[in-house]
């Protein structure tokens, strides 16, 4: 493991979170993330390279446009340290094989649906897919290239195995659990029985956890009533990478023989 590697992989990060910044504000209207280029929303000055460098130009100009000075909000900023520094962690635990970028894909895309769901309580289902197509050969490559084929198994099981989970969730809670999480479900299990199959119960056994603690904290500080729709992405986001990266330890003491 090298430092150049850290520091590709967190200019990779940067550059990436650029790019979500632009899908998260655009794939949620049905607009093109390729062109037109992008703009001031207040002004309409077309943004130059330099305006585009990644948390560079958003701290240099104050986090306002170069123009009209309006505010562009704290949106880009975190998205592109977000995503860095998930690329970063990626890169530490992975090194330098094909499952770093196959789960680089995964935090990008988790992070994507996860800030759109804060935002609008959506998980578009644009995301969620393409984030699955290009992850998934990423995950076949990487079982072939370790000589481990059986992970290609444990991947399409642990996709199955979410996805009836998430829908059974999806048909008893009548409506609270929405569709889009149905739908992002077998990416997680995918990634996670990829891993293998323990992993697929603990990420959802974490993202319900995390769902139900900042759901009865929500409930305590009086923010939520019982039928206010929590949006569950940002959870599932949670607990399956929390799963990627404590999973193992958590496995070893519930199943020590696995
Ligand atoms: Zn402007």
New binding site residues.
């Given amino acids: 493991m090298t430092a150049g590697l850290i520091v590709i992989a967190a200019v990779f990060g940067l550059l990436i979170g650029s790019f979500l910044t632009v899908v998260t504000e655009r794939i949620p209207n049905g607009e093109s993330i390729v062109a037109p280029g992008s703009r ?1 929303g ?2 309409g ?1 077309r943004l130059g390279p330099l305006d585009l460098v990644p948390v560079f130009s958003w701290l240099f100009l104050g986090g306002k ?1 170069r ?2 000075r ?1 505010s562009i909000g704290i949106e880009p900023l975190v998205l592109e340290l977000g995503t860095a520094s998930l690329f970063v962690a990626m890169t530490l635990k992975f090194e330098d094989s094909i499952e770093t970028v196959a789960f680089c894909v995964l935090a990008a895309g988790l992070l994507a649906l996860s800030w759109i769901d804060l935002r609008i309580k959506r998980l578009p289902r644009e995301i969620t897919y393409t984030t699955l197509a290009i992850g998934a050969p990423l995950l076949v490559i990487g079982a072939l290239v370790r000589d481990e084929p059986r992970r290609i198994w444990t991947m399409v099981l642990g996709a199955a195995l979410a996805l009836a989970f998430m829908w059974l969730v999806h048909i008893a809670a009548k409506g609270g659990m929405g569709d889009g999480d149905v739908r992002l479900s077998p990416l997680l299990g995918a990634y996670l029985g990829w891993l293998g199959l323990p992993y697929v119960p603990v990420g959802l056994f974490l993202a319900f956890l995390f769902g139900s603690i900042v759901g009865v904290g929500a409930m305590v500080v009086g923010r939520a009533g019982r039928k206010t729709a929590v949006p569950f992405g940002p959870f599932l986001a949670l607990g399956t990478l929390v799963a990627v990266f404590v999973g193992r330890a958590i496995i070893d003491r519930l199943w020590p023989d696995v």
């Fill in positions: 001031c207040a002004c000055l446009c123009r009209c309006t």
